[in-house]
C-alpha cells in the first residue's frame, strides 16, 4: 500500500470498515487549494491494514469512586490500539488500580462532599486537569494556567461538590496544546450524584444498564494508526475524523436487560460535532449540567464539543437497539452546512436485550423542580467570537503556521483578565460570531440559553452552540481565589489554542 501524505486521506477509516464511501472532501473550506495542509485529494490512504471492527464486546470504563473524600491521578503517555489498529502514541489518565494509556476513569463525587484530589504528571509534556462543568474555586478549576503541571510534578486540589447530579468531564487544559494532547485521550467523565437524583428510580447500575461514552472522532493513516495533524484550513474550519469512537472502541456491543438503559454522551472531540440517531424509543433526560425538568423524547441528538446528554433508551419492547452517530465540522453562517464535510453515519454503540438480565429502574414523568428566576440579568456584557479576523490577523501576523483568533478583537494573552463579575450575579452574555457556528464554554457558572432550538438547548448548560447571536442568562456558581481567573473560551480546542480565549474574574 502506498504511504500517501497523511494529511490527504480522505476516505480511510469509514470505508476500510464496509461503509459507505465519504462523498464530501474533508477541509475543503473558503479559498481551498491555496494553502497546504488542506485535508483534500482524491481516493488515497485505503488501505485494509489495522483498523477498527465493529461488534467487539463493549468494554465499560474503570470507575474510580471518589465519594470517600480522596482521589488520585497520574497522566502518562503510552500507546493504543484503536480495534486492531497499529499502536498509536496515546495519553490517559491513571488511577492507582486502574492503568489507562487512552482515556481516564470515570470519577464518581457526591453532591455535599468535598474531595481532595491530587494529580501528578508522568508524561513529558506539560498536562492539566480542568473538571469541565464542576463549578469549584478558581485554584482548583484547573483551567488556569495557574495549573499547569510540569513534567514529573504534581498538583493538588480541594473540590467541594455543591450542585446538583450531573455528567460532567475532565480533561487537559494547556494553552496551545489542549487540541492535541485532548485528542491524544487526557479526558476522563466525572458524575455527580446526589439524593435526589437516586430517588427518581432511573436506571443508575454502571456497565449495566448506565453506560459512559466518551466520543471522540478519529482519522486513521494506511499504517491503521490514528492521525491528528491538521493543516492550516482545518484549524480554522473543523477537523474531523472519519469514525467516531465510544470510549476508544468502534461501534462495541453490549447485552442490556430488557428495560431502560442510561447512556451519558459527551462529546470529547477537538472539533466535531456528534449527531447521535436513535432506532427506538428514547428520551433526553440531562444535558451538560444535569436533568431536564421533565423526559423529552427524542430521535437524535446534536452534541458540539464539550457537551453533553443522558439519554434513556427503552429496551423493554425492541430486542436491539443500535444509535448511529455522524462526525461533521460546526458549520454555520456563510460557511454552509455541506462544505465542511465529515464522516459517515455509522453504529455508535450496539445494544442488545437479553430477557435473562434484570430490568431495574424507570423514567419518571417529573426529574427536577427547580424553576430559576432568570428574568432580571444584572447587566449585559458582549463576546464576539473571531476567527477571520482580516485586518487584524495582518496587523498580528500569524503564530508560527497557525492563525491568530480572539473574542472582542483580544487574543488569548495570561496576564489579561477582560472582567470581573459579582459573585452570585445573574448577567446576560450576549455573544456573536460573524462567520461559522462556534461553541462557547466558561468556567465556573451555568447557563441558559435564552432562545433554545433543540430539547438539548435547554435546561442548564455550560457550552451553547453560538451561530450569529445568542443570549445566555448567566449564573455564576463559583468564585476566584488568590487572583487566579476562571476562562471562557471557544470548544474547538484549535480555535481555544489558536487564541479564542479570554478570562474573568469574580468580586
Ligand atoms: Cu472543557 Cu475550558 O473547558
Ligand atoms: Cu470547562
Ligand atoms: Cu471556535
Redesign the pocket.
Known amino acids: 500500500m502506498l504511504r500517501t501524505n497523511r494529511r490527504k486521506i480522505v476516505t480511510g477509516g469509514a470505508a476500510i470498515l464496509g461503509l459507505a464511501t465519504p462523498t464530501l472532501l474533508r477541509g475543503q473550506g473558503m479559498g481551498g487549494g491555496m494553502m497546504d495542509g488542506m485535508g483534500h485529494g482524491g481516493m488515497t490512504g485505503r488501505s485494509t491494514v489495522g483498523t477498527p471492527e465493529p461488534g467487539a464486546p463493549f468494554r465499560p470504563l474503570p470507575e474510580l469512586d471518589a465519594r470517600g473524600g480522596t482521589l488520585n491521578l497520574s497522566a502518562g503517555a503510552g500507546t493504543t490500539r484503536f480495534g486492531a489498529g497499529a499502536p498509536t502514541a496515546t495519553m490517559g489518565y491513571s488511577a492507582p488500580d486502574a492503568a489507562m494509556s487512552y482515556l481516564g476513569p470515570t470519577l464518581r463525587m457526591r453532591r455535599g462532599t468535598t474531595v481532595a484530589a491530587r494529580v501528578a504528571n508522568a508524561t513529558p509534556v506539560p498536562v492539566s486537569v480542568?473538571w469541565?462543568g464542576l463549578n469549584v474555586p478558581s485554584p482548583s478549576d484547573g483551567?488556569a494556567p495557574q495549573s499547569v503541571i510540569a513534567p514529573g510534578a504534581a498538583w493538588d486540589a480541594t473540590l467541594p461538590v455543591a450542585q446538583p447530579a450531573a455528567t460532567l468531564w475532565y480533561?487537559t487544559?494547556v494553552h496551545g496544546r489542549t487540541a492535541p494532547d485532548l485528542w491524544a485521550g487526557l479526558a476522563g467523565a466525572l458524575i455527580v450524584d446526589d439524593d435526589a437524583t437516586d430517588a427518581l428510580g432511573l436506571p443508575s447500575t454502571p456497565g449495566v444498564d448506565d453506560f459512559v461514552l466518551i466520543l471522540q472522532d478519529k482519522r486513521f493513516g494506511s499504517d491503521g494508526a490514528a492521525i491528528y495533524d491538521p493543516g492550516l484550513m482545518e484549524i480554522m474550519h473543523g477537523y474531523v475524523g472519519d469514525v467516531v469512537l465510544a470510549n476508544g472502541q468502534f461501534a462495541p456491543e453490549a447485552a442490556v436487560p430488557a428495560g431502560p438503559v442510561r447512556l451519558r454522551l459527551i462529546n470529547a472531540s477537538t472539533s466535531a460535532q456528534h449527531a447521535i440517531a436513535f432506532d427506538r424509543a428514547a428520551v433526553l433526560i440531562g444535558v451538560d449540567q444535569g436533568l431536564l425538568p421533565a423526559p423529552v423524547e427524542v430521535g437524535s441528538v446534536t452534541l458540539a464539543p464539550?457537551e453533553r446528554a443522558e439519554v434513556v433508551i427503552d429496551m423493554g419492547a425492541c430486542g436491539a437497539a443500535t444509535p448511529r452517530v455522524t462526525a461533521r465540522a460546526m458549520a454555520g453562517g456563510m460557511m454552509g452546512g455541506g462544505m465542511a464535510g465529515g464522516s459517515a453515519s455509522h453504529a455508535l454503540m450496539t445494544l442488545r436485550a437479553d430477557p435473562a438480565r434484570p430490568a431495574r429502574g424507570a423514567v419518571p414523568a417529573r426529574l427536577t423542580s427547580e424553576e430559576p428566576d432568570l428574568s432580571a440579568p444584572d447587566v449585559t456584557r458582549r463576546f464576539a467570537l473571531q476567527e477571520n479576523m482580516g485586518p487584524l490577523q495582518m496587523a498580528r501576523g500569524m503564530v508560527g503556521r497557525g492563525p491568530v483568533m480572539a473574542i472582542n478583537g483580544e487574543p488569548f494573552d495570561a496576564g489579561r483578565v477582560d472582567f470581573t463579575a459579582p459573585r452570585g450575579a445573574v448577567e446576560r452574555w450576549r455573544v456573536t460570531t460573524d462567520s461559522m457556528a462556534h461553541p462557547f464554554?466558561a468556567?465556573g457558572l451555568k447557563f441558559r440559553i435564552a432562545d433554545p432550538r433543540r430539547p438539548e438547548e435547554t435546561g442548564w448548560k455550560d457550552v451553547a452552540v453560538i451561530d450569529g447571536t445568542r443570549d445566555l442568562l448567566v449564573q455564576i456558581e463559583a468564585t476566584t481565589e488568590r487572583g487566579v481567573p476562571f476562562?471562557f473560551?471557544c470548544?474547538i480546542l484549535e480555535h481555544e489554542d489558536a487564541g479564542m480565549m479570554g478570562q474573568f474574574l469574580t468580586a
Open positions: 480542568h469541565h483551567g480533561h487544559h464539550g464554554h468556567h476562562m473560551h470548544h
